[in-house]
């Protein structure tokens, strides 16, 4: 054998790596090119937790808004030169005299007998544990052609209703609840005073 044949030989007899170079380039860019696509075409989730915090923070907005209000009128007058105890001293000048009440003790046993304020009917359907599913119950009921209105009601913490009517008789709000059960509705009526 001659030495020309044994280098063709070896270089032959040689691994090639080519084919698994060119196998492997394929595959992290295919694998790009997909992980690309999912990311495109995917629709974004909203994962956030304690969305409902917002809707009872905005209820306290206006009471937030007086104090605020109250102390900064209390340093812009501090800025013009009035002093803190001065400006206390006319805040409590400013308050309305209450009135010395007597009370006789017929009076008392009267007002024991009668009762302080007639009981209020409220009619509502169902209970849902966000904002979001009591609107969509509320659009889907008007939607649904029964004549009815509701308003989302905050019950308590994570707690919501649909309130569709306030009546100072019972038999009223009676006749309410039978329209809602007509139409398939979780309705309820609760008394309150």
């Keep these: 054998m001659t030495a020309g044949y044994k280098k063709y030989m070896k270089k032959n007899s040689g691994k090639d790596y080519g084919l698994l ?11 790009l090119v997909f992980t690309f696509l999912i990311k495109t075409l995917s629709p974004s989730v909203d994962v956030s937790i304690g969305g409902d915090r ?12 007086k104090i605020v209000d109250g102390r900064l009128a209390m340093i812009q ?14 805040a409590e000048d400013e308050k309305p005299q209450e009135p010395e009440i007597t009370i006789k003790e017929d009076s008392v046993a009267e007002a024991l007998k009668t009762p302080a304020a007639d009981p209020v009917y409220k009619v509502f359907i169902g209970t849902y544990t966000s904002a979001e599913q009591a609107k969509v119950a ?6 649904g052609g029964s004549n009815l209105t509701p308003i989302v009601k905050c019950i308590g913490s994570n707690n919501y209703t649909l309130q569709v009517g306030i009546f100072k008789n019972k038999q009223s709000a009676e006749g309410l ?17």
Excluded at 21 to 31: E, H, P, Q, T
């Design 21 to 31: 170079k060119l196998f492997i380039i394929s595959f992290f860019g295919m694998l």
């Design 54 to 65: 917002q809707e009872t923070e905005i209820d306290n907005s206006d009471e937030m808004k």
């Design 77 to 90: 007058d501090e800025d013009q030169g009035k002093s803190f105890s001065e400006l206390i001293k006319k």
């Design 138 to 143: 509320k659009d889907i009921i008007v939607e």
């Design 177 to 193: 609840l039978y329209t809602i059960q007509q139409n398939h509705l979780p309705g309820r009526i609760v008394q309150e005073y």
